[in-house]
């Protein structure tokens, strides 16, 4: 394992409430304690109802927030029940969480991901940006296909790449305890890397995470893994304990 910076994610869903300041507050103030220890970059995606309450009420700022979607329109406009990157930059958002396979779900194709891509980059938001395969299109020997169709079809060689993080989530490890094979999972982020490069010519370093069932306890097999720059970290990071030994044990 090499020295390089390490980001850790946390992906807290439909999750938290005002109340939940004490888990931002201990992650934050671990965060500033071990700086010195470890070369890492920790950022908490919330609820939108939560990120302008956080930024305030954080004094000492070690970590980075995040939000979890948005529209694709990039101003305002007449959509019911929808947030704009423009408001949640305006709210105190750094990151923004884009892709995912529960929205992909619920109906959100790579046009219209591309299309929040590129608002959220016109606000200079950072982009988390999801892709991965099912259990069937693993078993079909598709994961290759799948993985550069979601990044050709959702990314764009004038994109800016250094407000573009991707991340790696495999829909059939999400949530289930299933987690991939040190090689095949090495090989994969190898893979998606070459693809970003071919993309992106002049592109050294594209950053790629790892996400799907990350615990504390499984995440000291991911550290052999030199290619990875991360962990986008799901129900684990509704906690404090977890989140941070999740940190810890990963430098163990």
Known sequence: MTNKLRYFIGNW???????????????????RKSRNKFNKKIILCVPNTLILFIRKKLKSKSISLGVQNCHHHKGYGPFTGSVSS???KKS????????????????????LIKKKIQAALSEELNIIFCIGETLKEKNSGKTSFILKK????????????NKIIFAYEPIWSIGTNQIPKVDELSKIIRSIKNE???????VKSPR???GG???????R?????????????????????????IVKNYYK
């Open 13 to 31: 869903k439909m999750f938290g409430d005002i109340g939940s300041f004490r888990i931002i507050n201990k992650i934050n103030q671990f965060s």
């Open 213 to 219: 069932s990350v615990n504390d306890k499984n995440i």
């Open 208 to 210: 790629v995470l790892y």
């Open 196 to 202: 970003i490069k071919i993309i992106f010519k002049r």
């Open 150 to 161: 979601q990044i050709r079809s959702s990314i764009q060689k004038d994109f800016n790449i």
């Open 221 to 245: 097999s991911f550290s052999s893994i030199s290619d990875i720059d991360g962990f986008l970290i799901g129900g684990a990071s509704q906690s404090s304990k977890k989140f941070i030994d």
């Open 92 to 111: 105190g958002a750094e990151f923004i969480i884009l892709g995912h396979s529960e929205n992909r779900s619920e109906g959100e194709t790579n046009h």
């Open 86 to 88: 423009s408001m949640l």
